[in-house]
């Protein structure tokens, strides 16, 4: 019985440590891609830099 509440309150921490997926496009006003464009959330060290097409994604954590 003991092995189960450990196993619960393990699940349960882990979901309350749940990660955010941001993504996205970077376009210039011609609606043109931007390649190696810097996209980050600000304050923290959370991002990432766009592929050829623009697009990019990264996970973030609640905060």
Do not use: C, H
Request: charged share 15%.
């Amino acid at each position: 019985m003991k092995s189960v509440f450990t196993l619960l309150g393990m699940v349960l921490t882990f979901s309350l440590q749940a990660q955010n997926q941001i993504s996205g496009k970077v376009t210039d006003r011609n609606e043109q891609p931007i390649a190696g464009a810097n996209v980050y959330l600000e304050g923290t060290y959370d991002g990432a830099t766009t592929n050829s097409f623009g697009e990019f994604s990264f996970s973030t954590k609640n905060r």
